[in-house]
């Protein structure tokens, strides 16, 4: 951060800890967790840091178990006097007794949103370990209403074994109890990797769980290499989990969060020896740098004063405060950022310009919002190029060849404010030979272009599309290679893409097919996806406007000569859908997901419960992995008609 950024954050948040909505708004565990977890009152949340505070350190010995759980561990109980300070303040003392009685409000999870997935993994790391789940339950409401209480739970804890990874990129750990006699609290740990003895500090208590910031790596795991790390807000922003880990460990992570998936959701399967054994993840071309689309936010607070209040922080939620290692940006719940490097660089450079344009107009914001960062590639025309190329000897280059500006000029992406240029980066694409300008745009209804594997694709930069564009030649390649049926002598192949958005895997597979007919929700990408058809000079393709669930009624194409490919949002398929494809019963299905665990719980359904659903194996499950650094992994999944 620069010295003139710090004038701008005058207020030292280090020490307020609030874990208000935003804090945790930009990762989506977080937000599910806040979501699903309501206190009615403030979340149990307090001050460890506080100078001010008068702080008591009883350092407690931990008790030993047979586990390895927390062995030798030794728990600090950072505890605030609040008697002394409230005594002091008759205002305070008038608000205690008036204040009603604070309630906890659990809310229905969805079992393959990340909390859900979250209890299941706490369910199976107490059940092997034989711990019955009384001993790790917490009566959150007692908490919420004695202070002496939530400082009791809030409290630093050293010498504590990780024991697992989520599938969020969470270490998990048990610890001792503050309050039940032999038992113990299950910990989530960001940034700590199984194996490694750390300190840490627990923060919230939920009725199952905690949540801890990773204050200090005793024993690090030799899995850990941070030297790995290339962001300087890593550690703190909720966007990147991996960073720590090399490459390949990363994919082998992944590749276990699949297999727990297909274990939890799909037990039956699992049971039957119906699952095959899971492939190795497909690594992504671009490591870092990578992301084509980003979106960063800001709040404003409520007593927002325009003329007097700090220029708010720009950038994604921080997970809690940890301080194992320093970062940048701030400890704020939304981070200040300045620059991503899983984002490309035009995203880097677009945001570098958004910020600088956020400080102008911050003032005019009554509320909070996102600020879109999204990539355009658009090929310059040859004669551009030759031009360009000819007239460099004359001392001229493209910034001053008015056909460039011109060029230039037609788009309305992200502008450097000290010319009032577009921003853009160069690059070539070396098997078409063609010259790339990359810009990055900020208006959700700009279209967009991309370009995978030789086809030209162009959509609404607000709706969706894949945002690693480095993997799509390896995973439509994939897709394309998969979709041949065995056995048809026809030679026939005929393609249904529900889910199609703007058309990915319509397009680039309907050289293989005689026929592709695809169904999207969103009317805009529909339109995007006939456009892209009618670019690419692709002739076989019908995109229907409508639900994935109303496909069968128009389809007319021979079911044993057709495959059908999935690709639906996190939530996955409804039973609606999966009874009517069952009924359709097309010869193979290729199923893509961002969340591998309601691909598990949708596949158990169609085989267990559906028609014609027992009459299919599951061939082949592979991770692609379409976001390194992160936890995310997507999964395909191939099932073949018997
Ligand atoms: C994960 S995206 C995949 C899009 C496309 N296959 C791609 O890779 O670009 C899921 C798509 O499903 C669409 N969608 C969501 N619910 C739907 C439904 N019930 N029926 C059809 N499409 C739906 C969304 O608009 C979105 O475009």
Redesign the pocket.
């Known amino acids: 951060m620069s010295v003139e950024e710090l004038k701008d954050h005058p207020v030292d948040n280090n020490k307020k800890r609030t874990t208000s909505k935003l804090s945790r708004s930009n990762s989506p565990v977080g937000k599910r967790i806040h979501n699903i977890e309501n206190f009615s009152g403030n979340h149990i949340n307090k001050d460890n840091n506080n100078a001010n505070n008068n702080v008591n350190n009883n350092v407690n010995n931990n008790v030993n178990n047979e586990d390895n759980i927390n062995v030798n561990s030794k728990i600090k109980n950072t505890q605030i006097d609040n008697a002394s300070n409230e005594a002091k303040n008759p205002r305070q003392e008038l608000k205690k007794t008036t204040k009603s009685k604070r309630k906890y409000r659990a809310k229905k999870v969805e079992s393959t949103s990340p909390i859900g997935v979250l209890q299941l993994e706490i369910d199976e790391l107490i059940n092997k370990r034989n711990i019955d789940k009384s001993l790790i339950s917490t009566d959150v409401n007692k908490i919420l209403n004695n202070s002496d209480l939530a400082t009791k739970f809030n409290r630093v804890v050293e010498n504590v074994k990780v024991l697992e990874l989520t599938s969020n990129g969470d270490g998990l750990a048990l610890i001792k109890n503050p309050e039940i006699e032999n038992g113990f609290q299950v910990v989530l740990i960001p940034f700590a990797l199984p194996g490694e003895i750390v300190n840490i500090r627990i923060f919230k208590t939920h009725p199952l769980y905690c949540e801890s910031d990773l204050l200090k790596i005793a024993e690090p795991s030799k899995l850990r290499n941070d030297s790995l790390i290339n962001c300087k807000y890593f550690g703190r922003c909720s966007g990147c989990q991996y960073q720590q880990l090399d490459y390949n460990s990363q994919l082998i992570f992944k590749k276990n969060t699949i297999e727990n998936a297909y274990k939890f959701f799909a037990k039956n399967l699992i049971a039957n020896n119906k699952i095959p054994k899971i492939d190795d993840t497909i690594g992504s071309p671009l490591q870092y740098f990578y992301r084509t689309k980003l979106t960063p936010h800001y709040d404003i607070p409520r007593k927002f004063n325009p003329e007097t209040s700090p220029v708010p922080t720009l950038g994604f939620g921080s997970k809690g405060r940890p301080e194992f290692r320093e970062t940048a940006g701030g400890n704020f719940p939304i981070l200040d950022i300045e620059e991503c490097s899983i984002g490309t660089e035009i995203i880097n450079i677009g945001m570098k310009n958004e910020r600088k344009n956020f400080k102008k107009i911050y003032k005019t914001k009554r509320k909070g919002g996102t600020i879109l960062l999204r990539e355009n590639t658009r090929v310059l025309p040859n004669e551009l190029v030759q031009e360009i190329k000819n007239n460099e000897n004359n001392e001229s280059n493209e910034s001053n060849n008015p056909k460039f500006i011109d060029f230039l000029n037609q788009e309305n992406g992200s502008k450097d404010l000290s010319n009032g240029n577009l921003s853009y980066t160069k690059s070539k694409n070396e098997v078409s030979n063609q010259h790339l300008i990359k810009s990055c745009t900020t208006d959700t209804r700009q279209i967009v272009t991309e370009n995978i594997n030789g086809f030209v694709f162009n959509f609404s930069a607000g709706e969706?599309?894949?945002n690693n564009n480095s993997i799509l030649p390896l995973v439509t390649g994939y897709v394309r290679d998969n979709l041949k049926i065995k056995n048809n002598k026809t030679g026939e192949n005929y393609l249904i893409?529900?889910?199609?958005?703007?058309g990915?895997?319509s397009i680039t597979a309907s050289k293989d097919v005689k026929r592709v007919i695809g169904?999207?929700?969103?009317k805009d990408?529909v339109k995007f996806a006939e456009k892209n058809a009618q670019m690419n000079n692709i002739k076989n393709t019908l995109f229907i406007a409508g639900?994935?669930?109303k496909i069968f009624a128009s389809v007319d194409t021979p079911s044993k000569q057709t495959s059908v490919i999935l690709?639906?949002?996190r939530k996955g398929c409804d039973e609606l859908f999966l009874n009517q494809l069952s009924d359709y019963n097309p010869a193979k299905i290729i199923y893509i997901s961002?969340n591998v665990h309601s691909q598990a719980r949708d596949i158990e359904f169609f085989i267990n419960s559906t028609t014609n659903g027992k009459n299919y194996v599951v061939e082949n499950i592979r991770g692609f992995d379409f976001f390194p650094q992160t936890h995310h992994v997507e999964s395909v999944a191939i099932l073949v008609l018997k």
């Open positions: 969706f599309f894949q893409d529900a889910y199609c958005g703007s990915l895997f169904v999207e929700v969103s990408s639900k994935a669930e690709d639906p949002p961002c």
